[in-house]
């Protein structure tokens, strides 16, 4: 209760600011609008992180609401990849959508497959360095819809071997729950399955099988 108290308060505060931020955006000063774009940026980011949190501790419980609608795959891997273009963490780096991504129709929790999809393209830029490009794309096999995300660095066997642990993480302290979400939201609540392969011929691809019908 605590938790959902916190979440509920904290959202609105940062929701509140960011439609204040959004309300002045019409202030026809070039440098006033510039900084309020910047501010707004940041603070949609605050939202989703908030968003993204909060989530992640719905679902550890069990408690999280499942809402299916129908969605295009094509148009999600392109959303992801243009809010992504815009976060500090892409900075020096591409991200690139794959051109024969497949637009299949797939009825699923178009929220948590976002957030999925998020965390894989965040997960690979930060193994970017600079001047890298990350790849996401989708392909369409035995009523699943495959989304992918590749970046050209490989990890190391004991890594590999961790990935998906709670809290592990090569960042550092406070970090580590990006991919273990991708499993347990995937695999918990969207019905498939995540996996991943890394060399030094592929690099990282990480991977979500998601059931069409839902």
Do not use: W
């Not at 392109?78 to 273009?85: I, T």
């Amino acid at each position: 209760m605590m938790e959902r108290v916190f979440f509920h308060d904290i959202m609105n505060t940062a929701g509140g600011a960011r439609n204040l931020v959004e309300l002045l955006l019409g202030d026809d000063d070039d440098d006033v609008r510039e900084s309020l774009e910047l501010l707004s940026l940041s603070l949609n980011g605050l939202v989703g992180e908030i968003a993204s949190q909060r989530d992640l501790v719905l679902a550890e419980n069990g408690d999280y609401p499942i809402s299916k609608t129908a969605i295009l795959s094509r148009s999600v891997v392109e959303d992801v990849a243009r809010e992504l273009r815009r976060h500090p963490v892409s900075a020096e780096r591409e991200i690139a959508v794959s051109r024969d991504s497949c637009d299949r129709v797939l009825k699923t929790d178009l929220s948590l497959l976002h957030r999925v999809l998020v965390n894989m393209v965040k997960n690979g830029l930060e193994a970017t360095p600079p001047g890298g490009t990350v790849r996401i794309g989708c392909s369409s096999a035995n009523k699943y819809v495959v989304f992918e995300v590749r970046n050209d660095q490989a990890m190391d066997q004991a890594t590999q071997c961790q990935i998906f642990k709670r809290f592990y993480s090569t960042k550092g302290r406070g970090r580590g729950v990006g991919t273990y979400s991708i499993k347990l939201l995937t695999e918990n609540y969207l019905g498939g399955r995540a996996d991943f392969t890394s060399n030094a011929q592929v690099g990282t691809l990480f991977r979500v099988f998601i059931p069409e019908s839902g």
